[in-house]
């Protein structure tokens, strides 16, 4: 009988890849693919020679929910035809991947055994370079586009991370406006940060040996900031939550400033 396991390649394939997910791909029938880079693709190739990617399902003009489908179906159809099945994405490999958590739910539906592992995803990169705990002051994350479309509101008492800032707006326009689409985002932070408030565009290394991108940017000048698919934005708190020092006494807790 088919099923399906989903494992993450990490961001730096090489150093991330855990054993656990190399052995499930060496053990399938069938690993389906789909990765950020030629060194990922090569680990991939040189664990499973046969292992196909997903890449040529993006096609320029093709609605993304159209090819999220067939990424889905591929998964789907490759287990209902009996076939022990890996999909391997970058990343974990449930952060940002709608085609995999919906192959799952939908083959556990239909009886299928169907899993995901772990995997490293750019946030956990990025909370080790840039030294923040998400712990600390709570931490927010958003899909930079859904973020404002859904007008969120920040608590900048908390730190905010925003994923995809570089294709923000692009479901909606073409990519010579891309520019005003940022401006759009820049507007949107603003009426929650000051200008002055510092933000970082971070990239983690996808190779051994290359360091972080760590750009401090002040928001009013992020509009001129280069941004790549690999682009991730965090938001330090811009002020300290309040404490309810009654209620923590009232608990016999210290409060924070005891902490
Ligand atoms: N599954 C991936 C993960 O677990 O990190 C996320 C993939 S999502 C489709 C693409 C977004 O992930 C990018 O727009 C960016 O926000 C973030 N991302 C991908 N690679 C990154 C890197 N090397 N450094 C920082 N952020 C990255």
Redesign the pocket.
Known sequence: KGSLVVV?TG?QTVGHITPEAIAWIKWADTVLYLV?DLVAENAILKIKPDAQTLEHLYEKNKPRYLTYRQMMNRMIDSVRNGNRTCVA?????G???YPAHAAIRKLREEGYEARMLP?V???D??FADLNVDPATYGCQSYEATHFVLTRRRPDTSASLIL??P??FGHVLSSLDVRQSAIAVLAEYLAKFYSLEHRLCI???P?YIGCAPRMDWVKLGEFTQAKLT????LYFPPAEVAPMDHALAQSLGLPSMAQV
């Open positions: 993450g961001i950020a994405l970058y990343g974990h490999p952060v940002f991947a995997g995803s750019a946030e990169c990025l994923w995809q570089d294709s971070y990239e983690a996808m698919p690999a682009s991730t």
